[in-house]
């Protein structure tokens, strides 16, 4: 059973950058996205970014686009997500995520992300991990 593992998180002032990593523990047959999801407190749940495993392309939400850059590690199963120009905006737990880019793959959890431009289902998630940017 695919598992993934978030690491990395942290507390850093604004301007400031940090880099989160997720292993991806198991088989990936099915899964050929994996990216990040966040959720502040009282706000709700939103994609940050998303890349295809098998190529490299990537989706970012507008709102950290041009500071964030996701990339794929295929020999190690592990994605990266480096977050440079910090606001507190960005204070979240942040989500790591396995899912398809397949309709007939993705079942009830296939749906449109706005904020990421693409239709997926993320079926597998990680724990979790706070990322908290001071003023």
């Known amino acids: 059973q695919l598992q993934v593992r978030e690491s990395g998180g942290g507390s850093v002032q604004a301007g400031g950058s940090l880099r989160l990593s997720c292993v991806a523990s198991?088989?990936?047959?099915?899964?050929?996205?994996m990216g990040w999801f966040r959720q502040a407190p009282g706000k709700d749940r939103e994609g940050v970014a998303t890349?295809?495993?098998?190529?490299?392309?990537?989706y970012y939400a507008h709102s950290v686009k041009g500071r964030f850059i996701i990339s794929h590690d295929n020999v190690l199963k592990t994605v990266y997500l480096q977050m440079n120009s910090l606001e507190p905006e960005d204070t979240a737990m942040y989500y790591c995520?396995?899912?398809?880019?397949?309709?007939?793959?993705?079942?009830?959890?296939?749906?449109?992300?706005?904020?990421?431009?693409?239709?997926?289902?993320?079926?597998?998630w990680g724990q979790g991990i706070q990322v908290t940017v001071s003023a």
């Open positions: 890349i295809y495993i098998e190529h490299g392309a990537a």
């Open positions: 995520v396995a899912g398809t880019s397949l309709r007939r793959l993705g079942g009830s959890r296939y749906q449109y992300y706005d904020e990421l431009g693409l239709y997926a289902a993320f079926r597998v």
């Open positions: 198991g088989d990936m047959l099915g899964n050929n996205l």
